[in-house]
């Protein structure tokens, strides 16, 4: 009986790997120079958190209206935070964000009967986004622990919005389920990309 039998089956896997390690190599190549034609990795960023923040807004909307549950959506104020893109960042930042942020602030001291509950986040949001200091605003926020926030926080929601929907299938077959299951996953893309450049 021969016991050594087995050696060509070991070279014959070991090669099927080593292409298949060069088919992969050669891909993340091309997708690499097809990301430089479109004007580099941070083209690719910056689109991606464009998608993230109109998702997580979405999300809070949705939640305001008709996707009433017991998902803690309080942290879509910090995710919009890390995730919203520079040029609305700095607008709402500025004088705009300040003002606003004012006028919430007067309107929910003197006048609570005039603000409505559904405007509480988004309000939030823009006191945060107003009155941060600068090393989250602009180092926090625009570093890989700013992604990685964003990315616990959207691993969360996707575990209890499955949870709250009795499982993985019924979040894609239950009336609403599917649009908030999309929104949700929608706010993983662009911190797994985020951290993935920022790493390269």
Not at 58 to 69: A, E, G, M, P, S
């Amino acid at each position: 009986m021969k016991i050594g039998g087995g050696g060509g089956y070991l070279r014959m896997s070991t090669d099927v790997i080593s292409s298949d390690l060069k088919e992969i190599g050669n891909a993340a190549k091309k997708l690499a120079a097809d990301a430089a034609k479109l004007g580099g990795l941070g083209f690719g960023t910056t689109f991606l958190e464009w998608i993230a923040a109109f998702a997580a807004i979405y999300l809070l909307i949705l939640d305001r209206t008709n996707w009433k549950t017991n998902i803690l959506t309080g942290l879509l104020v910090p995710y919009i935070f890390f995730s919203l893109p520079a040029l609305l960042f700095n607008i709402l930042r500025g004088q705009i964000g300040k003002w606003i942020a004012f006028i919430a602030i007067i309107l929910r001291i003197f006048f609570p009967k005039h603000f409505p509950d559904y405007l509480e986040l988004p309000a939030a949001v823009i006191l945060i986004i107003a009155v941060s200091p600068s090393l989250l605003a602009h180092t926090v926020k625009n570093s890989w622990i700013g992604a990685l926030i964003c990315l616990l926080i959207g691993c969360y929601l996707l575990q209890e919005h499955i949870r709250a929907r009795g499982g993985f299938r019924n979040s894609f077959t239950q009336a609403n389920g599917v649009s908030n299951t999309v929104g949700i996953i929608l706010l993983l893309v662009y911190p797994v990309w985020a951290l993935i450049v920022d790493f390269l």
